[in-house]
C-alpha cells in the first residue's frame, strides 16, 4: 500500500551533519504520521522524531535541540536534518508510515533502511 525509500545515509563526523530523507509512494492513505527510527549496534530500536501530515513534530529525548524533522506533503517527503553528531548517532535509520493520526507504537510500513556511521 505504502513504499518507503530512504537516502542520505553515510559517514558524519562527530560535531558535523547529515541529512536523511524518505520518499513515500503508492496510497497516501498511511502517512498521516511520518517519521524516523534508528537501532545502533546491540541497541533496541528507538523513536528519533515523528511529525503528523499537519504538523506536531515529536523528538527523541536523544536527539532534541539537535535533529529537525520536516515534511512535504506535496513531494511526499519527509527530512530528517542532523546536526552536532555524537557517536552515539550510528545506527540504521528507518522512515516510518502510519496511518492512525496518533499512537505511541510504530505505524504498519517501514523503509529498508540507511546506514548512519559518525566517527572521526
Known amino acids: 500500500q505504502v513504499q518507503l525509500v530512504e537516502s542520505g545515509g553515510g559517514r558524519g563526523q562527530p560535531g558535523g551533519s547529515l541529512r536523511l530523507s524518505c520518499t513515500a509512494s503508492g496510497s497516501a492513505f498511511g502517512t498521516n504520521v511520518m517519521g524516523w527510527y534508528r537501532q545502533g549496534p546491540g541497541k533496541q530500536r528507538e523513536l528519533v522524531a515523528r511529525m503528523a501530515r499537519g504538523g506536531s513534530p515529536y523528538y527523541g529525548d536523544s536527539v532534541k535541540g539537535r535533529f529537525t524533522i520536516s515534511r512535504d506533503n506535496a513531494k511526499r517527503t519527509i527530512d530528517l536534518q542532523m546536526n552536532n553528531l555524537k557517536p552515539e548517532d550510528t545506527a540504521v535509520y528507518y522512515c516510518?508510515?502510519?496511518?492512525?493520526?496518533?499512537?505511541?507504537?510504530?505505524?504498519?510500513?517501514w523503509g529498508r533502511g540507511t546506514q548512519v556511521t559518525v566517527s572521526s
Open positions: 516510518n508510515a502510519d496511518w492512525r493520526t496518533s499512537s505511541p507504537t510504530p505505524g504498519d510500513y
